[in-house]
């Protein structure tokens, strides 16, 4: 059977975000008690796999590196329809860049086996950089496009990609593996069902070290990451900072004549 | 890694699409420019398509040195591989210190193929970039959680890569300048692969946020599609354009290309309105160069409230028809 593999990423949920803050000596992330779900775009990439494999019968596998504590968070992609998850879990893959993500999630997609497909989310909404798409490719040896706004076969060989490039429309037409950004106008995401949630309980959901992946320790999480955040700062903001509070009239007001008083009515 | 000392210079991605080289191209070497002359090297720019020497040296008036031209009818196209290897093969040629790219569609799907490629870092959507002391490029994004800004290094190797969005770099005045244009040799160029089987140019309507006066901007806080409709009368009364942060984006209220921030546009207008936005810096970052700020929210402590002007504690959707209507009776006085 013919196999697509899903890039899914857990991260915190964006609604939660006003509980998050960085300290502002160690600059690490505190994220204590914060909920995860998967990355909405991810979603996407799912669906996109999933219909292949109600039409054509693809297997469905879900990779991620994520921490251990993301496993029900993964299930969903399971109760979704996806058939199993591969995940890598290692202290030693904290503190990645997308490189050094990139290059794990390649061998995670190697260990599925061979991949028809490889589909992701066009980007994360906590990391929102855009890069793991290309990089993924580059590290796999296979061609990529992002900003994928419609996928459509015929015969589940022959795919035609449609990319957003903002001021023109590009489709390429290709028949073998490539690596996909999907973006929300690709499709509409499934529902997850009571029966894929009860189904999802038996599916099997695997966790590798970096060693079971025989990953080079060099090229993993903080190592592997030629970027490194160096310091953390909040820039000057002068302005004027008159806080009206009160009843609507009044401090409607108020502003209208400050805004009079600065010139810019 | 690379041996760092041996690379110098600033270059810049000037993408094309359709032959037409986009403004981002421009608005970047206005940077590399910046950051040459205080290091007294190069600034250049690369430009890969189907283009004349002609049609490219206009980048030497905004601040190139060198134009690198790699033209060849089958680069007209994009093809992410293709154009992949002709820049890992100029970078490694010519060892630039660092590599800017344009965070368009473009830009953002190759810079990540090259920097893999050249085994290199690559920092998004940066908002700033300067030297620091040790002559390295200092990276300033939002740190996550928004915030604080954090600065991104790439201490060890090279290039030092960063993308860009449209409009967050000033875009430079066009000068009389002395440079020249270098025509790279590509060799044989294959055709793209995968196959391009249809490239559609878009009518594209331009955004009214781009150039407005005032801008009315809506966060999460207007909670449905029904409130957001006050930010598009408030905009109408003050001859406005309406923007967006990306949850109210998220929640399908505005359309994708009127997030402002980081990863959006950058607006500067005159007045800027934000309403139900809670001000975290990657949103900030795009209204900094606003001429007078004011802030609607209902949360005292939103840190919105530190970076205005004016900052109204309260409900938008009480505050928002009272305004519209004040403004309306005022201003047709
Ligand atoms: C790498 C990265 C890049 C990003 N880039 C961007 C970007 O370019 N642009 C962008 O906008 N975001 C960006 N984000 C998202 C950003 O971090 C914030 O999530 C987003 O800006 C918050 O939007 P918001 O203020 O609308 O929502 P929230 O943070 O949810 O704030 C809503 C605010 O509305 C107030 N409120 C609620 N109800 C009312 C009411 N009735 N009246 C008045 N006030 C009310 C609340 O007090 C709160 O302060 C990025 C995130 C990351 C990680
Ligand atoms: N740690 C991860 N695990 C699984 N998939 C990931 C991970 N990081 C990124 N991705 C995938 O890459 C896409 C783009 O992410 P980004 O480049 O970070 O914006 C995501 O939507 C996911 O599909």
Request: aromatic residues 4%; charged residues 25%.
């Amino acid at each position: 059977m013919p196999q697509a593999v899903v890039c899914v990423k857990p991260i915190p949920d964006p609604k939660e975000w006003d509980r998050l803050s960085l300290d502002p000596e160690t600059g690490v992330l505190k994220r204590a008690g914060i909920s995860t779900v998967i990355n909405p775009l991810d979603k996407n990439a799912l669906e996109a796999a999933l219909q292949l494999k109600d039409r054509f019968g693809w297997t469905v596998t879900v990779v991620s590196m994520a921490p251990p504590d993301t496993q029900k968070t993964l299930r969903e992609a399971l109760a979704m329809g996806a058939d199993k998850v591969l995940m890598a879990s290692d202290r030693a893959l904290g503190g990645a860049a997308t490189l050094a993500t990139a290059y794990t999630l390649a061998a995670l997609v190697r260990k599925a086996g061979d991949a028809d497909m490889v589909f992701c989310g066009n980007m994360s909404l906590d990391g929102s950089t855009n890069q793991v798409v290309p990089q993924l490719a580059e590290f796999l040896g296979l061609p990529h496009a992002s900003h994928v706004v419609g996928v459509e076969t015929e015969d589940g060989s022959t795919f035609r990609v449609t990319v957003d490039l903002k001021d023109a429309l590009l489709t390429l037409q290709h028949s073998g593996p490539m690596v996909l950004g999907l973006t929300k106008e690709a499709n509409d995401p499934r529902l997850v069902s009571v029966m894929g949630i009860i189904s999802a309980q038996s599916k099997p959901l695997e966790v590798f070290s970096a060693q079971d992946l025989d990953l080079d320790p060099e090229k993993i999480g903080q190592k592997g990451s030629p970027t490194i955040v160096s310091g953390l700062f909040m820039p000057e903001i002068k302005r004027r900072r008159e806080i009206l509070s009160g009843e609507p009239e009044e401090v409607v007001d108020r502003l209208i004549d400050g805004l009079r008083e600065m010139g810019v009515l | 890694m690379a041996n760092v000392s041996d690379y110098s210079g600033f270059w810049v991605f000037a993408e094309q699409i359709n032959g037409k080289i986009a403004d981002v191209g421009r608005e970047l070497l206005g940077k590399a420019r910046e950051l040459a002359d205080s290091k007294g090297v190069e600034a250049a720019a690369v430009v890969v398509g189907d283009l004349t020497e002609d049609e490219v040296k206009e980048l030497i008036s905004y601040g190139a040195d060198k134009v690198y031209l790699l033209s060849h009818p089958n680069l007209k196209l994009y093809s992410s591989l293709t154009y992949t290897r002709l820049l890992e093969d100029l970078v490694n040629k010519e060892k630039p210190e660092a590599f800017l790219f344009g965070a368009g569609p473009l830009g953002a799907d190759l810079a990540p193929r090259v920097a893999a490629r050249l085994n290199t870092g690559l920092s998004a959507h940066c908002v700033d970039l300067k030297l620091n002391e040790e002559g390295g490029l200092d990276q300033v994004v939002p740190g996550f959680g928004g915030s604080l800004m954090a600065t991104i290094v790439c201490p060890n190797h090279r290039p030092q890569m960063a993308t860009v969005m449209p409009g967050a770099m000033k875009m430079p005045e066009p000068k009389e300048r002395e440079g020249e244009v270098v025509r790279v040799d590509v060799g044989e160029v294959p055709s793209p692969s995968p196959e391009i089987v249809e490239f559609k140019p878009k009518e594209r309507s331009a955004v009214a946020l781009d150039g407005a006066d005032v801008v009315i901007a809506g966060g999460w806080g207007i909670g449905s599609e029904e409130n957001w409709k006050l930010l598009e009368e408030l905009a109408e009364v003050l001859g406005g354009a309406v923007g967006a942060t990306r949850p109210a984006i998220d929640e399908g209220w505005a359309p994708e290309d009127v997030m402002i921030g980081q990863s959006g546009k950058t607006v500067h207008p005159k007045l800027y309105i934000g309403a139900g936005i809670s001000g975290v810096m990657h949103h900030v970052v795009g209204i900094q160069d606003s001429e007078v700020i004011v802030a609607i929210n209902k949360d005292p402590k939103a840190q919105i409230f530190e970076v205005c002007d004016f900052g109204i504690v309260g409900d938008a959707t009480k505050v928002l028809p009272v305004l519209i209507s004040k403004l309306k009776e005022k201003l047709g006085e």
